[in-house]
Every structure is written in structure tokens, then in C-alpha cells.
């Protein structure tokens, strides 16, 4: 099993910043391939962005977050960061972070196996 408890959501006005944590625990975190999916009110749970097992070695961006949003990881303190720049209010979302079973990768939440309970992000026009 694995443990994953998010922090750093909040309110914050349009073009602000924002750096969310997530904090994984149960077993290798390195091994596995990290994601970070979003889901607004009456909206599904969408891709937000995800860096892979091999020391993020490959990183990905839903369109709309490239150039603003960076996603990394401290193996060393099982963390997964996305640090969030330029904020706008379609960024309002509940915010999760999510891990796959080692060595996988993917983009869809389906092929998620564990997930955080959530961190609320404001954005204020």
C-alpha cells in the first residue's frame, strides 16, 4: 500500500503562484511513475501533469499548464512537488496526486493505483 498526503492548495489571486507537495509513504516511492490530475465542480478528474520513475527522467503537461506548471520530485524525501505560476481561475480545482505500480507509465487516472485525498486551489479573477 501507499500513503500519499498533499499540501500547499489555497486562495490566491490571478496570476499568482502556488507550490503544491505531496508526500508519499508504504514502499519504493522512486519506483514509481507520479502524476498530479485535477477535477473542478461537475467536471471529471483530468491530467494535470506526471514525471516518470526513472529520476523524472520524462515529464508531461496537460496543454493548458505547459510553461506555467513544473512538476519534480526529492526521492530522497519521497515528495512530489508541482510548483504553479500565472495562476487562473479555470485553475480552481481540487488537486490530487496520484502514483502508479513501478516501472508503468501512463496519463489516464484509470491506470492510477493510489491516490491523495485531495488539496483545494482558489484562483480569484
Known amino acids: 500500500q501507499v500513503q500519499l498526503v498533499e499540501s500547499g492548495g489555497g486562495l490566491v489571486q490571478t496570476g499568482g503562484s502556488l507550490r503544491l507537495s505531496c508526500v508519499a509513504s508504504?514502499?519504493?516511492?522512486?519506483?514509481?511513475?507520479m502524476g498530479w490530475f485535477r477535477q473542478a465542480p461537475g467536471q471529471e478528474r483530468e491530467f494535470v501533469a506526471n514525471?516518470?520513475?526513472?529520476?523524472?527522467?520524462?515529464?508531461d503537461y496537460e496543454d493548458s499548464v505547459e510553461g506555467r506548471f513544473t512538476i519534480s520530485r526529492d526521492n530522497a524525501k519521497n515528495t512530489l512537488y508541482l510548483q504553479m505560476t500565472n495562476l487562473k481561475p479555470e485553475d480552481t480545482a481540487v488537486y490530487f496526486c496520484?502514483?502508479?505500480?513501478?516501472?508503468?507509465?501512463?496519463?489516464?487516472?484509470?491506470?492510477?493505483?493510489?491516490w491523495g485525498q485531495g488539496t483545494q486551489v482558489t484562483v480569484s479573477s
Open positions: 496520484a502514483a502508479m505500480s513501478p516501472w508503468t507509465w501512463s496519463t489516464w487516472a484509470s491506470d492510477y493505483d493510489y
Open positions: 508504504g514502499r519504493a516511492f522512486s519506483d514509481s511513475t
Open positions: 514525471i516518470r520513475y526513472d529520476n523524472g527522467g520524462r515529464r
